[in-house]
């Protein structure tokens, strides 16, 4: 059974992947404080570093505003636990984020979620439209993966990385939204972007998509270029995040 009261790995884990543990225990709390957790289920992971390939996943059956730094689950590349702990991880989560990890270097840290809006926007067969300025600023950051049932088959993670690409961001159809970041900020700012992008969709086609209006192709292409400073605005926002969840959640740090 999880235990979201884990003693402390602090000591037992070096600095990095202490800090690790961290960000990654704020990124499950910030996705929990916006609404956008599925109880238990998706997850967000990260690359501890060293040269072991090893990686930090939720222990399944927590909530992820119950997540803490010591309760993470170190696992290897094909789902092994590798630390001495009583929880188990969801093999149908890991499947999707080892085949990022395995074949993207900058795939320090990989989100996945199940919200209402980005299922909605995944569903549709246009994708991502050009409705709001979320969506002209990473419209052209987001790659398309096609639904092929329970994440439990190891032979999607070619297909799903062949799909992604070297793109930051996807739709996975009828399926959820994904983020890709080096850092915990990068990944965090793509996804709050696409899922705020997603729901002004939803919203914006609530009256039928003949009367939502496209941007202007001109602002398109200007707004798409100001996307690429998205790195940017991650550092800028990131440290307020932080101060978020001291305010509102904290514990985290644990």
């Not at 639904?147 to 439990?152: K, P, Q, S």
Request: a negative charge; charged letters at 20%; aromatic letters at 8%.
């Amino acid at each position: 059974m999880a235990d979201g009261a884990a003693v402390s790995l602090k000591s037992r884990v070096s600095e990095a992947e202490w800090a690790t543990r961290v960000d990654l225990a704020a990124l499950y709390r910030l996705v929990a404080l916006h609404g956008w957790d599925d109880m238990i289920f998706t997850h967000i992971s990260a690359r501890v570093p060293g040269p072991e390939k090893h990686f930090l996943i939720n222990p399944y059956g927590l909530y992820f505003e119950e997540m803490t730094a010591s309760c993470l689950v170190k696992v290897d590349l094909d789902g092994n636990v590798v630390q001495e702990t009583t929880n188990f991880i969801n093999p149908a989560g890991f499947t999707i984020h080892s085949a990022v990890h395995a074949a993207r270097d900058d795939a320090h840290f990989v989100i996945h979620l199940h919200t209402d809006a980005g299922v909605g926007v995944a569903a549709q067969a246009h994708g991502l439209l050009p409705l709001s300025q979320n969506a002209c600023l990473i419209r052209d950051q987001v790659a398309y993966h096609g639904y092929e049932g329970v994440a439990l088959n190891h032979s999607e993670r070619e297909r799903l990385v062949a799909d992604l690409g070297e793109k930051p961001l996807m739709l996975l159809r009828n399926h959820g939204t994904l983020a890709v970041g080096s850092t915990a900020a990068e990944a965090w700012i793509g996804i709050y972007f696409l899922e705020r992008a997603c729901r002004q969709q939803v919203a914006a086609l609530s009256g039928g998509r003949e009367h939502a209006l496209d941007a202007p192709d001109d602002a398109q292409a200007e707004t798409r270029e100001q996307g690429k400073a998205i790195g940017f605005v991650a550092g800028l926002a990131w440290p307020g995040a932080l101060r978020q969840l001291d305010r509102r959640s904290p514990g985290y740090d644990a």
